[in-house]
């Protein structure tokens, strides 16, 4: 006989898997955590030669989901990925240091104490994952979690589970404790159920307005998150810029993973004296876009630019490149590219992630790493001479008023002063002391 489970069983044998995934997690993890920085990226490192041998089977899994050209995935997705795993087998320990804080700098009142910042793990690190780049999005996440010291739960995008199990199993075959990465059911409802249960930070990729619905969520138990999230990206085209190189990037960044990337062109704002001329060239590229917008200058490109929600990235296409960087200094994007679309962003060494609309906080780079932590401060005091803990004196508001001035005032003659008056209390707090006893 076949047992057939109504919606409550279905949901109710989730959430008991979702409860062990993480209970397996938080054990795995706490061990990890023990490991050294270095340990863990010589670990990440052993996983470039697995994704590499593995290249073309895990292009061909993602390739499957929305039935993309392999060859696509293979430079879209598994090359960043593998490029992402050499800089982060050469970077975390350096990255993840315990940094250390002698005199050099310190205020004087806090003299015989030493300083030391350890970033430490968060714990448990879940990653929601958009279905456009099923490998290599999550893939970078969890290679950085992983080299942080935290576990991974990881829910999949809708008919994605087969590629990112794939590669979890590299992780596992290059030494990385299997419980550390726990690959949950693809049901939305799956990540809400993660977050109730409890877990230390999210990675999430998606909508707008999906991401606005889940951090509700996640602010009823104050968990944080990086939110990465819609783009609508706008291309500037100057009038002193290549306008073939224009019209060539924008009909590859629209065609790039059949349209669907994040940073691909939303609209284009060109320069009038030479629109005629970028019509042309991208009727050459045989490209329709919904939105162009003739400006008289970069004034009137930034006011345009200033109205936009989202602010994940742009792309600038000007001949002048001290120009073009001046001009994106005023762009409110976590990104920009200059005469180029979309590809540098796949640098490795390069944070990643919007603001406004398109969410905060950000993945990759060295800044990402540190995203997948917490600084631990830790202040050493070496010496008896602790005044703040004698009692309270009548002197203490004059004395701490001169100190102040002696220490940040302006001019000679004022500190000055302060000195003799810092002498002057000095002695009648002794003065005081002596009649005391």
């Not at 061909?60 to 879209?76: D, N, T």
């Not at 969520?217 to 009038?239: I, Q």
Request: overall charge positive; aromatic content about 6%.
């Amino acid at each position: 006989m076949i047992a057939i489970l109504n919606e409550e069983q279905i949901r109710h044998a989730e959430t008991e898997e979702i409860r062990c995934a993480i209970g397996a997690a938080h054990l795995a993890q706490n061990a990890w955590a023990t490991r050294p920085a270095a340990e863990r990226a010589r670990a990440i490192a052993r996983i470039r030669p697995l994704l590499a041998a593995e290249a073309t089977e895990l292009a061909r899994l993602a390739a499957a989901v929305h039935e993309r050209p392999i060859a696509e995935k293979i430079v879209s997705e598994v090359l960043p990925l593998l490029d992402a795993c050499k800089f982060l087998a050469r970077v975390a320990q350096r990255v993840l240091r315990t940094k250390r804080f002698g005199a050099a700098g310190r205020p004087f009142w806090l003299y015989g104490s030493s300083f030391e910042v350890q970033r430490k793990p968060l714990g448990i690190v879940l990653i929601v994952s958009a279905g456009n780049y099923p490998l290599f999005l999550p893939g970078v996440q969890m290679l950085q979690a992983l080299a942080a010291g935290n576990a991974v739960l990881l829910k999949p995008a809708e008919g994605t589970s087969a590629v990112v199990a794939r590669f979890a199993a590299l992780i596992a075959g290059a030494g990385v404790p299997a419980d550390l990465v726990q690959i949950l059911p693809e049901s939305p409802q799956t990540a809400h159920e993660a977050a109730r249960l409890g877990v230390d930070k999210v990675i999430f990729t998606g909508s707008s307005e999906n991401g606005r619905d889940f951090l509700a969520r996640l602010a009823r138990s104050n968990t944080p998150s990086v939110m990465e999230l819609s783009g609508a990206d706008t291309v500037y085209v100057r009038a002193d810029a290549d306008l073939a190189l224009a019209a060539s990037a924008i009909r590859f960044g629209s065609h790039l993973n059949g349209g669907d990337t994040c940073m691909a062109p939303q609209s284009v704002v060109v320069h009038r004296e030479v629109a005629a001329r970028f019509a042309e060239a991208l009727q050459r590229e045989k490209i329709s876009l919904r939105a162009i917008v003739r400006v008289r200058d970069d004034s009137e490109a930034l006011e345009i630019a200033a109205m936009d929600d989202h602010g994940l990235g742009a792309a600038i296409f000007s001949r002048d490149e001290i120009s073009a960087r001046e001009f994106a200094q005023h762009l409110t994007t976590g990104f920009v590219t200059i005469n180029d679309i979309i590809v540098p962003t796949a640098d490795p060494r390069l944070p990643f992630g919007g603001v406004r609309a398109s969410g905060f906080g950000v993945t990759r780079g060295e800044e990402g790493l540190l995203e997948m932590t917490y600084p631990q401060a830790i202040a050493t005091r070496r010496t008896r001479f602790l005044p703040h803990l004698q009692a309270p004196s009548a002197y203490d508001a004059g004395f701490f008023a001169a100190f102040v001035e002696l220490v940040h005032g302006r001019g000679f003659s004022r500190r000055f002063r302060a000195l003799r008056a810092l002498l002057r209390i000095g002695r009648a707090r002794m003065r005081s002391s002596q009649q005391a006893s």
